[in-house]
C-alpha cells in the first residue's frame, strides 16, 4: 500500500481514501495503480459487498496530477486502467465528496451508486480548458445523467456545478452537512452490504445499462485523449498552470 492511498476493511466495506491533501488529492500513477488493485481485489472477495470513496483533508480530488501528464511515458495510461476497472468494477460504490471534484475526480463519479456531498463540494471537468477531451465515458454519461445542457457548460465551458446545482441535476444522491458526511456514507455502504447481494447486484446491472456501449466510449476518449495530450493546446495548458499565469492558445486570426 502507499501513503497516498489508504485501503481499509470495516463491515463488509471496503474503503479508498485518496490522501495527497498537500495537492488536494491530485492522482499520480502509483494512486491509480493501487486503487485498480483495491478494486481488483474487492471485486473477488466475496466478504466485499461495497465500496466507498472519499478524499482527505477537505477536497475530493483535483484529478489527474499534471506534472505526471508532462512527464509521461506513463501520463495517463495508469488513470485509463482504474477508469476501466471502476466502470467494470459489479458491486455497488458510494462516494462521500467534500471540496473540489476536478476532471476524474467528478468523472469517477459517474461509475458510483450512492455519492453524498458535502455543502462546499465543487464538481469540474476542464478537459477542454486543458486542451483535452473527457475521460471515463463522461462524454456518454454527463449528458445522460445531467441532461445536454448541463452537461454542455461543464464538459464545453468548463463550468463548475457546486452541492446545490449537482442535487438538482441529479449528479449528486444527496447534500450532508460536512462534519457528518463520512459517518453517513458509510452507513449507506453497510445498508447496502446487508441487502440479499444477488438481488442487488443483478438490479445494479439492470440499471447500469449497456456494459459495451460505456467501453466503448472510454476507448474512443481515451485514443483522442492520448493524441490530445501531445497537442500545443494541451502542452500550453500544462505550462501555465505550473506557470501559475493563465494560458495563451493559437488566435483564430
Ligand atoms: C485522466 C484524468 C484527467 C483529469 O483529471 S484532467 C483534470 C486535471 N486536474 C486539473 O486540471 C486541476 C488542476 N488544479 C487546479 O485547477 C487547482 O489546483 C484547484 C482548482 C484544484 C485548486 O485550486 P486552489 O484551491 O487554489 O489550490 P492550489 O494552490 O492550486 O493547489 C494546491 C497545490 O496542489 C497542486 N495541485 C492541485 N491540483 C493539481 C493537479 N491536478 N496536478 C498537480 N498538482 C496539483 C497545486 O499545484 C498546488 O501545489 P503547490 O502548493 O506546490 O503550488
New binding site residues.
Given amino acids: 500500500m502507499i501513503e497516498s492511498i489508504r485501503i481499509t476493511e470495516d463491515n463488509h466495506v471496503l474503503e479508498i481514501e485518496i490522501a495527497r491533501p498537500?495537492?488536494?488529492n491530485?492522482l499520480t500513477g502509483e494512486m491509480y495503480r493501487s486503487m485498480t488493485n483495491a478494486l481488483g481485489d474487492a471485486s473477488q472477495r466475496r466478504e466485499i459487498g461495497a465500496v466507498l470513496v472519499h478524499g482527505a483533508g477537505g477536497a475530493f480530488c483535483?484529478?489527474?496530477?499534471?506534472?505526471d501528464f508532462i512527464s509521461g511515458p506513463d501520463g495517463?495510461i495508469a488513470?485509463f486502467e482504474f477508469i476501466r476497472a471502476i466502470a467494470a468494477f459489479p458491486k455497488p460504490i458510494v462516494a462521500a465528496v467534500q471540496g473540489?471534484a476536478?476532471?476524474?475526480?467528478t468523472t469517477l463519479l459517474f461509475h458510483c451508486d450512492l455519492i453524498y456531498a458535502a455543502p462546499d463540494a465543487q464538481f469540474i471537468m476542464?478537459?477542454v480548458n486543458?486542451g483535452?477531451v473527457p475521460?471515463a465515458a463522461s462524454s456518454l454519461l454527463a449528458p445522460a445523467t445531467i441532461g445536454y445542457a448541463k452537461a454542455a457548460a461543464m464538459l464545453l465551458l468548463g463550468e463548475a456545478l457546486d452541492a446545490h446545482g449537482a442535487d438538482q441535476a441529479g449528479l449528486i444522491t444527496g447534500i450532508v452537512a460536512k462534519d457528518g458526511l463520512l459517518d453517513h456514507a458509510r452507513s449507506k455502504a453497510r445498508a447496502l452490504t446487508a441487502k440479499p447481494p444477488e438481488a442487488l447486484l443483478a438490479t445494479r446491472r439492470l440499471m447500469k445499462g449497456d456494459p459495451t456501449a460505456i467501453a466503448a466510449r472510454i476507448e474512443e476518449e481515451a485514443a483522442l485523449f492520448r493524441d490530445a495530450m501531445q497537442s500545443p493546446e494541451a502542452q500550453e495548458a500544462f505550462a501555465a498552470?505550473f506557470e501559475k499565469r493563465p494560458p495563451v492558445f493559437a488566435a483564430r486570426d
Fill in positions: 498537500e495537492k488536494k491530485a483535483a484529478g489527474n496530477d499534471l506534472a495517463g488513470a473540489l476536478v476532471g476524474v475526480g476542464p478537459f486543458l483535452i475521460e498552470f
